[in-house]
């Protein structure tokens, strides 16, 4: 059976690997000679004074009481104020002498890259910077990595980047120097959680639990110096598949009790887990449903557990029928998560946070904004992005995906000021101004973003080198959502290409930014989505997944295209949202073109904004995009000679598969409207 994942076609293991955005001064003497580190003795705290040694500071004197050292002769001092908010920090200089107070030793960490990415200015002047502060308490990668290779999916689940930096063939890897750097380069952007397999868990993920405890026990050790913590993905039939019970019933007394000892155990080993991460009922994945249980008391099986260690459970509301018959006209997938969530709300114990895909469906390039997200008052939730590009392009195609999220981010769920980040700031899936009666739930509170991690063994981390910027966008988006693309794609290009040639970074910005609009201008149109080979979810497939049984359908026939899902005559998903989108969404003439076929079922020849039939909007989008990204090929060459050969190289490379790809997007798509329509192109361009 061939891979589906990707790890054949990165180059792994090299030995040369890319520092991505890591600030290169690291390498130069350390500006500050001397620095005062005033603070309890904590394994972060070790990391930033490890960091400055590497980095040539000549002296550092760390105390947990102040005023060992003359102040005179101290660069930089570093000290922690616990007044201020969690994992936040200040810089500041001032006579002479650069000062970073962190909240806490996590605050310490992110402070001491921000100074880095300052390079020298952080020691010259006098200035003062305001509080840095996290949007969102958890921000966490997942890894979708398997132990064993799977058959079908490879080590790394929908990975374009190499190997698992974590597991070769069924072994935790012996040497983790790649984890430590990859440790390193998440703390640098703030992230501070990781979930280390699967949420697919097979039987040999499961002995994480308990035989393999001793991987998540190393894993841990080498995550905790840059203040990550690590989660587990865990089975839900764990008690059978370990062969210790005969079931996994949430209600039965035995299973609570395995579940309990199991968990204490796993926190005897590695005492600051997170917690479990679990996909129930989910493609195949077993859950409470075969017991004829809720998820809330799946959910809630796990969480008494934890609750103990203080640990969290994030549950994933990714459930939905796979098994569809096609011909089924009555059930519609985009329901589902909504549907067997929202009667829960409040049935959720304090240590269970819900994760949410952004959208209704599956990481499309449009979906809307799923409607459970702000949908569950007396509930955690958690919003869950994808990093890994599976329908995106597979780190083969550029696309700055931090376009498609801050739009996400940014979405008004009552049409009012209140964003979505802000929910995901306090964790509630409410407006923050609510005046609910019912008060949200305060014990361990706090936000949480969630993105499935798209790094590997590859020597550029993400295969296609852009694809860092995604990663890093995530994190800068968990920090602070308020951020423009714009403005996090100019750090990274400043802090991955320091000193570059002034016609470089123009030149990155040209080919970059916008890159989301173009990959969705030649792919499936106008919200329609899942148009992908089956299996792999790379490259067209009009009717790939028109007659399966997992509820992806496009049904175009010869008048139109796109699923009628009003409250009118189509599958009443339009109502699971607040005004005024339940309205906006539910009339063709109001519903927001790029999702008109997410939401309706619209003829051919039905006239678009700017007049063109729908026929002629698909025609143009294709062959538009398509020559587009010709164009931005032919750019590329600018860059020759301005960037290292071997990154010139496989963004060509990836370029020259992009345009492949994207002109056979265009010619599929577009001779499949013609043939379905009838309607010629205005501007005759070939159609087959
Ligand atoms: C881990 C999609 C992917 C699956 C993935 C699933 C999920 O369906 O194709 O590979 O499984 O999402 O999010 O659980």
Redesign the pocket.
């Known amino acids: 059976m061939a891979l589906i994942g990707s790890e054949d076609r990165s180059p792994d293991d090299t030995g040369w690997l890319h520092p991505a955005w890591l600030p290169r001064s690291l390498t130069a003497p350390l500006r500050a000679r001397t620095v005062l580190v005033v603070a309890p003795e904590h394994p972060v705290i070790r990391t930033v004074v490890d960091e400055l040694s590497h980095a040539g500071a000549k002296a550092i004197w760390l105390t947990d009481t102040d005023a060992t050292a003359s102040r005179a002769v101290i660069d930089l001092t570093i000290t922690i104020d616990p007044e201020l908010p969690p994992e936040s920090f200040r810089l500041a200089r001032h006579g002479g002498q650069t000062s970073l107070v962190g909240a806490d030793p996590k605050g310490v960490l992110y402070g001491h890259f921000h100074l880095l990415r300052r390079g020298r200015l952080a020691f010259q002047g006098q200035w003062r910077q305001p509080v840095s502060t996290p949007a969102i308490g958890l921000r966490m990668l997942d890894h979708?990595d398997n132990i064993d290779v799977h058959p079908v999916?490879g080590q790394v689940?929908?990975g374009y980047a190499g190997g698992s930096l974590f597991y070769d063939a069924g072994s935790l890897r012996w040497d983790l120097g790649r984890v430590d750097q990859y440790a390193r380069l998440l703390a640098s952007v703030g992230v501070n959680a990781v979930s280390i397999n699967?949420?697919?868990v097979h039987a040999t993920e499961t002995t994480l639990l308990t035989t393999r405890l001793d991987w998540v026990t190393r894993l841990a050790d080498h995550l905790r110096p840059w203040g990550i913590t690590v989660f587990l993905s865990v089975n839900f039939a764990a008690p059978i598949v370990l062969g210790d019970l005969d079931s996994c019933d949430p209600c039965d007394q035995r299973v609570r009790q395995w579940w309990a000892d199991t968990t204490d155990r796993v926190y005897a080993a590695v005492p600051d887990l997170g917690g479990y991460l679990v996909?129930a009922d989910?493609?195949g994945q077993p859950g409470p449903f075969a017991y004829g249980r809720s998820h809330a008391d799946g959910a809630n099986l796990l969480a008494r557990a934890l609750s103990p260690h203080q640990g969290v459970v994030l549950w994933?509301c990714?459930v939905y029928n796979h098994r569809q018959d096609w011909r089924d006209r009555s059930t519609d997938r985009a329901r589902a998560a909504f549907d067997h969530f929202v009667e829960l709300d409040g049935a959720f114990l304090d240590n269970v946070i819900l994760q949410i895909?952004h959208g209704p469906i599956?990481?499309q390039v449009r979906e809307p904004v799923s409607p459970l997200l702000a949908a569950m008052p007396r509930t955690r939730v958690c919003l869950e992005l994808q990093v890994t590009a599976?329908y995106t392009g597979q780190q083969r195609h550029v696309h700055y995906l931090p376009e498609a999220w801050q739009e996400i981010l940014g979405f008004r769920p009552w049409g009012d000021e209140t964003k979505l980040w802000q929910l995901m700031a306090i964790g509630q899936s409410q407006s923050p101004e609510s005046t609910t009666t019912e008060s949200p739930r305060s014990v361990r509170s706090g936000g949480a973003i969630a993105a499935?991690s798209n790094v590997g063994r590859d020597e550029f981390w993400t295969g296609h080198p852009f694809a860092q910027a995604n990663l890093y966008g995530f994190a800068r988006l968990a920090w602070d959502p308020t951020l423009t693309p714009a403005a996090i794609l100019d750090e990274w290009i400043g802090s991955t290409f320091p000193e570059a040639n002034p016609d470089l970074a123009p030149l990155l910005r040209q080919i970059i930014l916008g890159s989301r609009a173009l990959y969705e201008s030649y792919t499936a149109p106008n919200g329609v989505g899942f148009m992908v080979t089956p299996g792999s979810?790379y490259g067209p497939s009009v009717d790939g997944y028109e007659y399966s049984p997992w509820g992806t359908y496009h049904f175009a026939d010869r008048e139109g295209i796109g699923v009628d899902r009003t409250r009118a005559s189509g599958s009443g998903y339009t109502g699971q949202y607040h005004q005024p989108w339940a309205d906006l969404f539910e009339s063709v003439e109001t519903c927001p073109e790029e999702l008109l076929l997410f939401f309706h079922h619209v003829r051919w020849d039905h006239r678009m904004h700017d007049g063109d039939t729908l026929a002629q909007h698909i025609y143009n989008s294709h062959f538009d995009g398509a020559a587009a990204i010709h164009s931005l090929a032919r750019l590329w060459t600018q860059a020759d000679g301005l960037v290292e050969p071997r990154l010139y190289r496989r963004v060509a490379e990836r370029l020259d598969e992009q345009c492949r790809c994207a002109q056979e997007w265009c010619d599929q798509i577009t001779s499949y409207v013609w043939r379905h329509s009838g309607i010629p192109d205005d501007h005759g361009r070939p159609l087959y």
Do not use: A, G, I, L
């Open positions: 979708w999916m689940e929908r699967n949420v697919n996909k989910s493609e994933r990714f895909k599956d990481f599976e499935v979810h």
